[in-house]
């Protein structure tokens, strides 16, 4: 017969309750562990992944449809020379991405930065990408209405014949119930618009002129 201690018992109850609360703390830690993974994934900073948030994330599925909708504006006012692409490859782990652009030339068969686009084609892709905003939101807000776009000079880096593909890019716009304005000192686009507000300064100040 072996006799135990008379605290034994005690300390044997103390040792299984250690073991029970070392188990709970690595599930806990494990628990947190997912958590923290999760939050980094979310918040774009998981080492050795992609830099995105969940904002850009989101985002950029919506950007997306936008894309879609600009480039049928777009290769109309190129004559089918560029498309829009949103770059889904940062260039090192370390850069964030998700909305930055890329451009296909069809000209020369190769993808490139946007920001390499001349000043007249960067207006025709900012022109498509607002038209393709416009359509995007009217069709994911049914209510919401899209009918009135303003642009404020830009014209003048395009030549005649982009100046042309956009101006009749806006007219088919102006057809379908939408009111387009243009703000602009370019006197050929007088010739091309049929509705406009002419001011012209005097010495006596500004006049105005409205041809309807």
């Not at 201690?5 to 690595?26: R, V």
């Not at 504006?73 to 089918?80: A, S």
Request: without cysteine; glycine residues 6%; negative net charge.
């Amino acid at each position: 017969m072996v006799l135990l201690p008379p605290d034994f018992m005690i300390y044997e109850n103390i040792y299984e309750k250690l073991k029970k609360i070392a188990k709970d703390i690595q599930v806990e830690m494990k628990n947190q562990a997912e958590l923290e993974n999760l939050y980094k994934t979310a918040s774009g900073t998981l080492a050795g992944k992609k830099r995105i948030a969940f904002e850009q994330y989101v985002q950029a599925t919506y950007f997306d449809s936008v894309i879609l909708e600009a480039n049928k504006r777009l290769q109309k006012m190129t004559n089918g020379r560029f498309l829009l692409f949103r770059k889904e490859e940062a260039e090192k782990l370390s850069d964030k991405f998700g909305l930055e652009l890329d451009v296909f030339d069809y000209y020369t068969g190769r993808k490139r930065d946007v920001k390499s686009l001349s000043g007249g084609e960067s207006f025709k892709a900012s022109l498509a990408l607002a038209l393709g905003l416009s359509d995007v939101i009217q069709s994911y807000s049914g209510g919401i209405v899209v009918d009135t776009l303003f642009i404020d000079e830009g014209f003048g880096s395009l030549d005649a014949e982009s100046r042309e593909q956009a101006i009749e890019t806006l007219l088919q716009l102006s057809s379908n119930n939408k009111l387009i304005g243009i703000i602009s000192h370019i006197s050929e686009l007088k010739e091309m618009i049929e509705q406009k507000i002419i001011i012209t300064k005097t010495q006596n100040g500004s006049e105005v002129e409205m041809v309807v």
